[in-house]
């Protein structure tokens, strides 16, 4: 199994971070205006905005072998929150684009996002 | 096969470079947000955005005869990424890509200068000097660097070799990288890098990276390399302004599918 990338720091992400839970409800609203919840999924999905700047060379050479290595959207790797140290061993990239940038030498930068995946 | 062009100092592009990286997979989430996927391996795509400023009239004169030979997005051509290792497997001597000598044995696992175990060991037993190699489908005319970080208990010489040229450089019990560039000097369509150990040797190396330019820059570890057959021009329209006498800048939008 692949494991996400982590930077010179050993950290994986830089501020600002964003993370996302979410979950899957559906509601059925009648005539009269009372509604009906229920659950669609089990329980919630996590989700992770990683914006990284100022990456070296070799930083963004690993970034760029591993969305290759997983091809895109499509492989699983392990991710470890970064804000609580939780392992989540079922993850995935959202995207299908992943665009890197190099302003000048190890100034480089680029945009990641990942989703826990259900089952 | 057309050959993208590098500038007159040998780089082949400035900053800021943009790359873009696209995959394409179908993905089919259920309403409990379970996701089934399929892969397209074949369709993956690679994008570099180029922005040149203050080129030389020289600089642009070749950039013009290489758009009027592409002629715009239409004719493939070889594009060597300006940010990349261009050498295939560079963490793994013992890959197919790479060719030892018959006398020259190749272990791996071995403490590299980032203090993981990526590192090789490379030891001659022969009586005569023996190599290990990688051939790539670049140019063999442009001007490149091979680096490459190397230590050996014993003091001796290691020579670099880049086509037909070689560069001969000390290798003591430290971490050193070493590099060479050169200019090749023929109009082959490939060209082989390569580590020569005397006899006896015995020499631990990693990273060994190719980029074309007269200098190295930080390791970039690969699996596929930088080496793009049947680049195309993005846009058949090539911008130009002139910013002064002699100084031009202009943006270059290139695509490599793996599917074409």
Same mark, same amino acid.
């Given at each position: ?119 | ?136 489908? $670049?140019? !063999? /005319?442009?001007?490149?660097?091979? @680096? #490459?970080?190397?230590?050996?208990? &014993? +003091?001796?010489? =290691? ?21 060479? $560039?050169? !200019? /090749?000097?023929?109009?082959?369509? @490939? #060209?082989?890098?390569?580590?020569? &150990? +005397?006899?006896? =040797? ?59």
């Amino acid at each position: 199994m692949l494991t996400f990338p982590i930077l010179k720091t050993a950290a994986v992400a830089q501020y600002p971070a964003m993370r996302y839970v979410e979950f899957r409800n559906q509601t059925v609203r009648f005539v009269d205006g009372t509604e009906q919840r229920y659950r669609d999924a089990s329980g919630p999905l996590h989700r992770w905005g990683i914006r990284l700047n100022a990456l070296d060379e070799s930083e963004i050479a690993a970034i760029e072998e591993f969305f290759a290595a997983n091809q895109g959207a499509f492989g699983n790797f392990a991710f470890t929150d970064p804000w609580d140290g939780q392992v989540y061993n079922n993850c995935s990239l959202t995207g299908e684009t992943l665009e890197v940038q190099a302003l000048a030498e190890m100034c480089g930068n680029t945009v990641l996002t990942v989703q826990e995946n259900r089952g | 096969m057309l050959i993208y062009p590098q500038l007159g100092t040998g780089a082949l592009s400035q900053f800021p470079i943009r790359k873009r990286r696209t995959q394409r997979t179908v993905v089919n989430t259920t309403a409990d947000g379970t996701s089934i996927k399929l892969a397209d391996a074949s369709g993956g795509a690679t994008q570099w955005e180029l922005t040149y400023e203050e080129l030389s009239d020289s600089e642009l004169s070749a950039l013009e005869q290489f758009f009027a030979a592409a002629e715009g997005s239409l004719n493939g051509f070889v594009f060597l990424d300006p940010a990349g290792n261009l050498l295939a497997w560079s963490g793994k001597l013992d890959n197919p890509v790479w060719t030892p000598g018959p006398m020259l044995s190749v272990t791996g696992s071995i403490v590299d200068p980032w203090g993981g175990t990526q590192a090789w060991r490379l030891a001659n037993t022969g009586n005569g000097a023996q190599a290990i190699t990688q051939t790539i489908q $670049a140019p !063999s /005319g442009y001007l490149y660097c091979m @680096s #490459v970080y190397v230590r050996s208990p &014993l +003091p001796t010489i =290691a020579t670099l070799l880049l086509g037909a040229t070689r560069g001969d450089r000390s290798v003591n019990s430290q971490w050193n990288r070493i590099e060479f $560039a050169a !200019s /090749g000097d023929g109009t082959e369509s @490939s #060209v082989s890098f390569g580590l020569e &150990l +005397p006899a006896g =040797a015995s020499v631990e190396v990693s990273g060994p990276q190719v980029e074309p330019q007269g200098a190295a820059s930080l390791y970039k570890a690969t699996t596929t390399g930088g080496v793009y057959l049947g680049a195309r021009l993005a846009n058949d329209t090539l911008k130009i302004t002139a910013t002064g006498l002699n100084r031009h800048s202009c943006t270059v939008n290139i695509i490599h599918a793996d599917h074409l």
